[in-house]
């Protein structure tokens, strides 16, 4: 059973499922079920629309079985309205976003606060002008995978807003009510403490060389996990597949292209439900943000990539790769230059071979990294690279260049033996 209505304008609490058709979490119980004890506990519930996006937030707070405090958070695209106490009163505005911050409403008035983020979206500073002074509002500092610092520099201002102050590590929620300690991101939930989300990741099968719940690849140093799922999708011939909350700036950093090289694409592919009658890029009106005009399941053409496929296509059933050839991304890939001479002198283990015979020898197992016939030796990387650097290359060079072409190689096998199979029949 799953909730559907709000949640907001009813003291009474059901006993739900705890996650609906997306696996996102509708209910969150704190120390154990409701009603059963005199100690302290909560629930959190949450309402979505039917493609996840969170709507509601409701979180309650129970002592010796009775209501202690309630607070009912509304999200409407860039607006978040609040309310706390009494469930029958009307929601009200507690900020909406802006390009450098937000803005907070104060009394008949609006308060314009911004925000310092580093390169990761990491929300770590925000300040405001309060009658001509400088007012720092509050300052965060993070452990690598999202985890804050304590103990020093966390004076917070009278001018807080407890709401906005939520967002932090990637500009995501952090729901810390009664001790739940979780990140709200837009497909799961994660735990910075941990380093994994609490769900299995929606593209798990695009991502079978890693663990389903881990984040950014155990890299967050190099990598982001901007929805808690998968990037752009490769579809093995040149074009790329859009998922949500995907632009031009993630087609740059998941195709490899530069920025403006992803903006010139994009502008240049037809999109018929777009006011620019292309997937260019536009300023948002409500919050000024230069955004791109591309849903989930749209497709981009990378000509450059697609000539590269064809060429590969043409020769794939009866030629062979050499392994060093394929690690020229990883070349490019350091910035490393004694790393790079290395790379480019490195003679690799693997000689060249039949790619079509090896896949038919794996028996459609799954392709990772680690038995990948184009990848050199996860141990073998040249000298000068780390080894955690080393293979988190190899993943991402594989995964963006290898696993099309081996999927391709598979389809090619599954369509002789269904021929072969057609074949006999008609015999």
């Known amino acids: 059973m799953v909730s559907v209505k709000s949640n907001c304008y009813a003291d009474n609490i059901s006993a739900l499922s705890g996650y609906n058709h997306l696996n996102l979490p509708t209910l969150v119980e704190i120390n154990g079920p409701l009603f059963t004890s005199d100690d302290d506990n909560g629930v959190i519930e949450y309402v979505y629309d039917a493609t996840g996006t969170k709507l509601e937030k409701k979180v309650s707070e129970y002592y010796s079985k009775s209501i202690r405090s309630v607070e009912c958070t509304r999200y409407a695209g860039h607006f978040v309205y609040v309310k706390r106490g009494n469930l029958q009163s009307p929601f009200k505005l507690s900020f909406f976003n802006q390009p450098e911050g937000y803005v907070e409403r104060n009394g008949s008035e609006y308060d314009y606060v911004y925000q310092y983020k580093d390169h990761l979206g990491n929300i770590r500073l925000t300040y405001m002008d309060n009658n001509g002074s400088l007012d720092i509002i509050e300052e965060h500092n993070y452990y690598p995978f999202g985890g804050l610092h304590k103990g020093y520099n966390d004076v917070v201002s009278a001018n807080v807003n407890s709401v906005a102050q939520k967002f932090k590590y990637n500009g995501k929620e952090l729901e810390e009510s009664l001790g739940y300690g979780m990140y709200e991101y837009e497909a799961r939930h994660y735990d910075p403490w941990t380093a994994r989300f609490v769900t299995i990741d929606p593209l798990a099968e695009d991502y079978n060389f890693q663990s389903t719940y881990a984040y950014a690849i155990n890299n967050p140093?190099?990598?982001?996990?901007?929805?808690?799922?998968?990037?752009?999708?490769?579809?093995?011939?040149?074009?790329?597949?859009?998922?949500?909350?995907?632009?031009?700036?993630?087609?740059?950093?998941?195709?490899?292209?530069?920025?403006?090289?992803?903006?010139?694409?994009?502008?240049?592919?037809?999109?018929?439900?777009?006011?620019?009658?292309?997937?260019?890029?536009?300023?948002?009106?409500?919050?000024?943000?230069?955004?791109?005009?591309?849903?989930?399941?749209?497709?981009?053409?990378?000509?450059?990539?697609?000539?590269?496929?064809?060429?590969?296509?043409?020769?794939?059933?009866?030629?062979?790769?050499?392994?060093?050839?394929?690690?020229?991304?990883?070349?490019?890939?350091?910035?490393?230059?004694?790393?790079?001479?290395?790379?480019?002198?490195?003679?690799?283990?693997?000689?060249?071979?039949?790619?079509?015979?090896?896949?038919?020898?794996?028996?459609?197992?799954?392709?990772?990294?680690?038995?990948?016939?184009?990848?050199?030796?996860?141990?073998?990387?040249?000298?000068?690279?780390?080894?955690?650097?080393?293979?988190?290359?190899?993943?991402?060079?594989?995964?963006?260049?290898?696993?099309?072409?081996?999927?391709?190689?598979?389809?090619?096998?599954?369509?002789?033996?269904?021929?072969?199979?057609?074949?006999?029949?008609?015999?």
């Not at 060429?311 to 690690?327: C, L, R, V």
Request: proline content about 6%.
């Open 221 to 427: 140093i190099f990598f982001i996990d901007k929805l808690g799922m998968g990037p752009w999708i490769p579809n093995g011939d040149g074009t790329w597949t859009a998922e949500a909350g995907d632009s031009a700036s993630t087609l740059s950093r998941d195709a490899g292209i530069s920025f403006e090289r992803a903006k010139e694409i994009m502008a240049s592919t037809p999109k018929e439900n777009s006011s620019l009658g292309n997937m260019g890029t536009y300023i948002d009106t409500k919050d000024g943000v230069e955004k791109s005009a591309v849903d989930p399941g749209d497709i981009v053409a990378i000509p450059e990539q697609v000539e590269e496929h064809q060429e590969i296509a043409s020769i794939i059933d009866n030629s062979s790769f050499s392994a060093k050839e394929m690690t020229k991304d990883m070349v490019q890939a350091t910035d490393n230059d004694e790393a790079k001479e290395d790379m480019v002198n490195w003679e690799p283990e693997k000689p060249d071979i039949s790619l079509k015979g090896v896949v038919k020898g794996m028996g459609g197992s799954g392709f990772s990294p680690f038995n990948c016939p184009m990848c050199p030796p996860s141990n073998a990387g040249p000298s000068g690279i780390g080894y955690n650097t080393y293979r988190i290359i190899l993943i991402e060079t594989h995964k963006r260049d290898h696993v099309p072409v081996l999927k391709r190689i598979q389809d090619s096998i599954n369509n002789d033996k269904a021929t072969k199979r057609e074949e006999e029949e008609n015999d």
